[in-house]
């Protein structure tokens, strides 16, 4: 299947003003947006940022003060009903429906706004619940279900028009580990199972949006400070590569690895971590970049040492932010989570 | 998860791209969906619908005593029997009606509705639908044990007649009931206080558990604007014919027809008020936000 050749969102000097007292708000700010067919694409930023707003306003909700937005060519403004044939949202701590109802029936109902026949509408529904995982919990009342389970209903509920581009706003909040891991598995699958499915996630969650996205967007105060996939974010900050290297059998020590190409530097760990067995040094490499990282594995093996493990350091999205914007990324530390080590064993 | 693979046939341009047909089924599919819940709840809650014809019961008994009391005309019992059934419509449209749109609003639907393809005439007219059936089967059971246990005899001679004032009156009711939703939906927070409002006076000027024709001018103006009060009043007129409800107050054809005037003025303001809603809505960010 040929994806089209519209971008699946795009936003043009996209602006939203609240009119509050005693001073507006203004929630976006000159948003200038590209997302591809097929493309999942993540908003990443503390909350008021502005992208809950870019959302609403996405999926009809909401008009534009000044710019343009349009969904897969159709302009929000003015083919709200096009785009609404187009999309499905999920939020993150949705209550919707009818407590009284169960999952089965909820399913259903949402079914028939979408316009999926009755007897099509049900069969559906049994397989959303089936491929969501809440076969046990199918005639369940909804209000007797968990968050988690809440949650993988409304990721049904929005999956039953098989939409175009799903916006997830964020989706695993409020749910504990198991239950947003589960989630996010559930997003991956639905996106990698068919290509062309546009996701446009908001999260503050920097993990979530890296694990997840193939291009993110950072934004504050209803600006995008950057965009670009994670790695590419990660280098604005940093622009060598760092390797946490153990080494078995390496005779000459990191002395032996200082004048190969690319290498910037290299020596022996002496952080006081976990002491290694007997003969297996650590070793902090930094590169120039990840490629001359090949120069270094195959001068090891011609020296007759052993790499027992090799870790990257990266700089995180946090990084990025603060770099960006000069501060924390949010006061609660919900989204903090550090420097997180890519582990290739 | 063979669901999620299943290929699709369609561009996004073509995939948006609906038939007039299309959309009015899936508007009509809608209605259904929506009346859904309420039928269900029905049979999901028993002990809420035992409530619902019981208490309405007792009110309508403590009428027929009094006027019994009074040594009132016969057909008095007949009229209290009657309003007693026709109050379970009023509750309905009161608390399931016009305060539902700002409920749906708190739990975070009404955004949903919004962003699906669907006029939300539809929504509102399914939570009609489901109401009316539902409050049916309660009307029924009051006129039913009420006319059983007091003895009512009506006088029918018109039933095509009768049966489309029962019609007409519903359609006019639950259309107002969609007007209701839209403002109650507009004033927030003071939604539930103005159905607590609504709900007696309206008991009172629609005759509930009298002629109406007995208020003068005021039950005039009632019959000239109030669904219930004109739709009961002729019914009570075609029930027990030559009796007191005959005196004062204008034929049951000439109500008929200010019924379908009703009916249509009220489906009309209603999507019209909908429409405006939407609009300020997506305008002003608010109204369809959970909290707001």
């Known amino acids: ?345 | 998860m063979t669901i999620f693979a299943r290929p699709r046939t369609a561009s996004p341009m073509e995939a948006a791209r609906w038939s007039p047909r299309r959309q009015l089924a899936t508007n009509l599919r809608s209605v259904f969906g929506r009346a859904y819940p309420r039928l269900i709840g029905l049979a999901r809650e028993p002990s809420w619908t035992f409530f619902e014809v019981l208490l309405p019961f007792l009110t309508t008994s403590a009428f027929v005593f009094v006027y019994r009391a009074l040594d009132a005309p016969a057909e008095y019992i007949g009229f209290v029997v009657l309003g007693g059934a026709m109050t379970a419509f009023w509750i309905n449209v009161v608390w399931m009606m016009g305060a539902q749109l700002w409920w749906e609003k708190d739990a975070g639907n009404l955004e949903l509705y919004f962003t699906t393809p669907i006029d939300l005439m539809s929504v509102l007219l399914g939570m009609a639908l489901g109401g009316l059936v539902a409050s049916c089967l309660r009307a029924g059971v009051v006129l039913l044990v009420g006319t059983v246990v007091y003895g009512v005899s009506f006088g029918v001679d018109q039933w095509v007649l009768l049966l489309a004032v029962f019609v007409l009156t519903l359609t006019a009711l639950y259309g107002f009931g969609m007007v209701l939703a839209s403002l109650f939906l507009l004033w927030g927070r003071e939604a539930f206080h103005l159905a607590q409002l609504l709900q007696e006076p309206v008991y009172f000027l629609s005759g509930l558990n009298f002629p109406v024709a007995r208020l003068g001018m005021l039950g005039a103006l009632a019959i000239s604007t109030l669904p219930l009060a004109v739709g009961l009043d002729a019914m009570r007129q075609l029930a027990f014919p030559g009796g007191v409800a005959t005196y004062g107050t204008p034929s049951p054809e000439i109500e008929a027809a200010l019924l379908v005037a009703m009916t249509c003025f009220f489906l009309l303001a209603a999507r019209f008020m909908l429409r405006t809603i939407e609009r300020m809505a997506r305008h002003e960010g608010r109204l369809t936000t959970r909290g707001d």
């Open chain 1, 1 to 345: 299947m040929s994806l089209p050749s519209v971008p699946a969102i795009e936003t043009r000097g996209l602006r939203r003003v609240y009119k509050t007292k005693p001073k507006p708000i203004v929630a976006l700010d000159g948003i200038d947006l590209e997302v591809a067919p097929g493309e999942f694409f993540g908003l990443l930023g503390p909350n008021g940022a502005g992208k809950t707003t870019l959302i609403k306003i996405l999926t009809t909700l909401l008009l534009p003060t000044t710019g343009t937005a349009r969904v897969f060519g159709f302009d929000v403004a003015r083919e709200t009903r096009q785009i609404r044939r187009l999309m499905n949202i999920v939020a993150g701590g949705e209550q919707s429906g009818y407590g009284l109802l169960q999952v089965r029936e909820q399913l259903w109902m949402f079914s028939q706004f979408y316009g999926l026949g009755t007897r099509e509408g049900w069969q559906r529904v049994d397989e959303l619940i089936e491929a969501v995982g809440l076969d046990e919990q199918r005639n369940q009342k909804v209000s007797s279900l968990s968050t988690g389970q809440r949650q993988k209903m409304n990721f049904a509920r929005g999956l039953l028009n098989d939409p175009w581009v799903f916006f997830l706003d964020e989706p695993t909040l409020g749910l504990d580990v198991s239950a947003a891991r589960s989630v996010r598995e559930l997003v991956r699958t639905w996106k990698d199972a068919l290509p062309g499915r546009t996701i446009l996630l908001t999260t503050h969650y920097m993990a979530e949006a890296e694990e997840l996205c193939e291009r993110i967007a950072i934004v504050d105060h209803g600006r995008i400070l950057a965009i670009g996939t994670p790695d590419e974010l990660k280098h604005r900050v940093q622009s060598e590569s760092i390797f946490r290297l153990e080494v078995d059998r390496l005779e000459r020590g990191a002395g032996a690895l200082a004048g190969l190409p690319g290498v910037v530097s290299a020596s022996t760990a002496t952080d006081g971590t976990t002491p290694a067995p007997d003969g297996v040094q650590t070793l902090n490499l930094i590169l120039d970049n990840d490629t001359a990282l090949g120069g270094v594995v195959t001068a090891l093996g011609s020296m007759g040492a052993q790499i027992v493990a090799l870790r990257k350091s990266e700089p995180s999205l946090e990084d990025v932010f603060v770099e960006l914007v000069g501060r924390g990324f949010d006061e609660d530390g919900a989204g903090s989570n550090g420097h997180h080590e890519a582990v290739a064993r």
